[in-house]
């Protein structure tokens, strides 16, 4: 109910026999008085659902407070970050569920209301008591974050003229509603604008948070190499988003790498946020960044600031080793070295000399946001990549985050090629692999398709009810690999079988080398395999992938919805709620079949696997999620084999592979003809 219509006060009242009361300082009766609550009280009727509470001393929130509810709220300002990491900490403080519940109504009203759902969101995932609610997605909540504001206002429609739920039609969202083919950027849409993948990112910057209040108890930000999942799982959201972007005939992705230049490819996001009713600004063709000076945010950066710490940074990787606080020289190894650096980076609050590397990522993430205002001249808020629930709509995001892979490149190239013994498995032969889906042999299927979504708990109308939103998406047929192993060792062996894929082809239709094909390498899956000594079969299915999360626990909502569905199974889902939407594991390809290399390497677990108790609950989209409260499931660094340069010598994928390594060519066909729904009402939903 916390998280319920955000933009909604709660009503508070007197009540109860003296045992339990509602807290009595509400925000509606410390703005109006308590008569008028009364009559809205009534108005309202009594069939509202009530929680009590109980008393507390009220807590001093005039920190977090100070955002007023109506303005713009981002992680990526330091200003901001520190307001809700002092909530957080207060949340975290409380010494019982119950005393929680009281200070979560009472900062409720108070807070923004976006920053109030991060804070408390993540207080929730953190304390011990409550850590496995198994709470709802995001884009439920805020589903102006999500979708065209049009489609909301045609909610509020449907839902004021079919006051009974069960005759409500569902909202279409069309396609392609940001631009027109005019934009060849647009081409992206469904992968920029794909529900599932904003989720994700929300969700992803959700569990790693930047900071939190110096000196809190509470450590949430250091979490086993957390900066090195940063690197991780941005660049394989480039080399996914590359692979889209060779599926539609365009260019790779250009790198963000002079901060001077106009950027050519503007958004307009066509979205209003209801928290500051208020559209997202847009963004116009060929806009140069300025200096940002913006006082309400403390916001101060120039690109000169950026420039400098850019700089410091390629020092640093250039010698191997950074300056910290202490002036003393850490070296970038080949173990920690990424992680140090994605924290340096992004830049978290792990930084160790955050004066000389400064605040790269997170700032060019706000210099792009503002470009509209850098002065706040115009008082206006910022554009979709001042947040990650809506950054990667927009063009621009991927051609920064390319620039801030760059760096950690930079970096993986200064590292030793693997050498043989890093990367064979003695008596161990990969004797072949195979992809089938729906009886064809190594021919993935794509498509767009049509599904429905319930945004009723985020929309603030009356009459409430289910209101579903249809809209499209890409997806696959599932599909399952085989393949068989040798094991001629004469014992029993574990093996992590490490599955990835690239296109084969360059923008020019020329094969790539290995050097670049690397860098194209999505990871698809990771699991354990046991081989008894002789050949084994093995096979592995499409939806158990370690990077996916499948469908419904994206879309949720009805889901959980349905009776009995909340088993204990499903309640580690909030960490769970992390992952690459399943919808989105494979590139889109082309109407005339696209060729991509797919990649098995059977390594040793016995060298890479993490000693650690507890069970393996949630483990399936560790690969760019981690693991709650455990440590990364892999002691290789993330991306192995494909995270260091090949040797000189090795120019291609064949060349490159060992006994234990197999690879097999891949065509996806893209089937242009859309999965439709039938226009059905509430009422003939199926809902199981
Ligand atoms: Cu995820 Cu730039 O970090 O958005």
């Excluded at 901060?259 to 928290?275: C, H, N, R, W």
């Excluded at 498995?425 to 009886?439: M, Q």
């Excluded at 096979?539 to 994206?554: A, C, D, G, L, M």
């Excluded at 090795?650 to 060519?665: A, R």
Aim: charged share 25%; proline share 6%; with cysteine.
């Amino acid at each position: 109910l916390l998280f319920d219509h955000p933009t909604e006060p709660v009503f508070m009242d007197k009540g109860g026999n003296g045992t339990m009361f509602e807290v009595p300082k509400s925000y509606l009766t410390e703005k109006y008085n308590l008569e008028e609550c009364q009559i809205v009280k009534m108005r309202l009727g009594d069939d509202r659902p009530k929680v009590f509470v109980s008393e507390i001393s009220i807590p001093d929130l005039s920190f977090p407070e100070s955002l007023k509810r109506n303005e713009s709220f981002s992680l990526f300002i330091q200003s901001h970050r520190q307001k809700a990491g002092y909530l957080i900490d207060i949340f975290l403080r409380l010494d019982s569920v119950e005393h929680l519940k009281s200070v979560a109504v009472y900062a409720r009203d108070r807070m923004h209301p976006v920053l109030f759902h991060y804070a408390f969101a993540v207080a929730l995932l953190h304390r011990p008591d409550t850590k496995d609610l198994n709470l709802r997605s995001f884009w439920q909540y805020f589903p102006d974050r999500f979708m065209d504001s049009t489609v909301l206002q045609m909610i509020r429609e449907e839902s004021f003229v079919m006051q009974r739920t069960e005759d409500r039609r569902p909202i279409v969202i069309p396609i392609k509603y940001t631009a027109s083919d005019l934009e060849p950027e647009h081409n992206l849409w469904y992968f920029r604008e794909d529900l599932g993948i904003n989720l994700h990112h929300w969700h992803w910057h959700l569990i790693y948070p930047i900071e939190i209040t110096p000196g809190a108890h509470h450590n949430i930000v250091k979490k086993d190499r957390r900066g090195e999942l940063f690197y991780y799982m941005h660049q394989q959201v480039i080399a996914r988003y590359n692979a889209e972007r060779l599926s539609n005939n365009m260019g790779l992705v250009k790198p963000f790498n002079n901060l001077t230049e106009p950027i050519a490819e503007g958004y307009f996001p066509k979205m209003d946020s209801q928290v500051a009713s208020r559209a997202f600004p847009p963004r116009f063709d060929n806009v140069k960044l300025t200096d940002l000076h913006r006082k309400v945010d403390q916001l101060k950066v120039g690109i000169n600031d950026m420039n400098n710490w850019s700089r410091s940074i390629y020092e640093a990787i250039h010698h191997g080793f950074i300056i910290n606080d202490d002036n003393e020289s850490v070296r970038l190894d080949e173990v920690k070295g990424i992680d140090i650096l994605g924290n340096i980076i992004e830049s978290s609050v792990l930084s160790p000399n955050s004066m000389l590397y400064g605040d790269l990522h997170n700032m060019g993430h706000m210099l792009i946001a503002y470009a509209h205002d850098p002065t706040h001249k115009h008082l206006e808020f910022p554009g979709v990549m001042g947040d990650s629930s809506t950054a990667m709509r927009d063009p621009i995001f991927y051609k920064w985050h390319a620039y801030i892979d760059d760096l950690f490149q930079a970096h993986k190239k200064t590292l030793p090629a693997y050498k043989a013994e890093d990367l064979s498995f003695p008596g161990i032969d990969v004797l072949n692999i195979n992809v089938k889906s729906r009886g064809q042999l190594n021919r993935l299927t794509t498509f767009f398709k049509e599904s429905d979504v319930d945004l009723s708990r985020g929309m603030d109308f009356q009459p409430r009810g289910s209101v579903f939103t249809r809209f499209t998406h890409l997806q696959h047929h599932p599909f399952e690999y085989t393949f068989d192993v040798n094991n001629s060792s004469g014992a029993p062996l574990l093996g992590y079988a490490r599955i990835f894929m690239a296109p084969r082809l360059d923008d020019n239709n020329s094969t790539m080398v290995l050097a670049d094909q690397r860098l194209m390498m999505i990871e698809l899956d990771k699991f354990l395999i046991r081989m008894p000594p002789g050949e084994s079969t093995f096979t592995q299915k499409s939806i158990n992938s370690s990077v996916t999360i499948p469908f419904e626990r994206t879309f949720r909502d009805q889901d959980s919805n349905r009776p009995g569905k909340n088993t204990a199974a499903e309640q580690e889902e909030f960490f769970c709620g992390c992952g690459w939407p399943d919808h989105m594991l494979v590139p889109r390809g082309k109407v005339e079949g696209m060729t991509f290399d797919l990649f098995l390497m059977v390594s040793n677990y016995e060298n890479e696997r993490v000693i650690q108790p507890g069970v393996e609950g949630c483990s399936k989209s560790a690969s760019y999620c981690g693991l709650r409260d455990r440590l990364y499931p892999d002691r290789r660094s993330m991306g192995y084999p494909f995270d260091r340069l090949p040797p000189w010598n090795v120019t291609s994928l064949n060349q490159f592979l060992t006994s234990n390594m197999k690879t097999v060519e891949v065509t996806i066909t893209h089937d242009k003809t859309i999965e439709t729904l039938p226009p059905l009402t509430n009422r003939n939903r199926k809902v199981d």
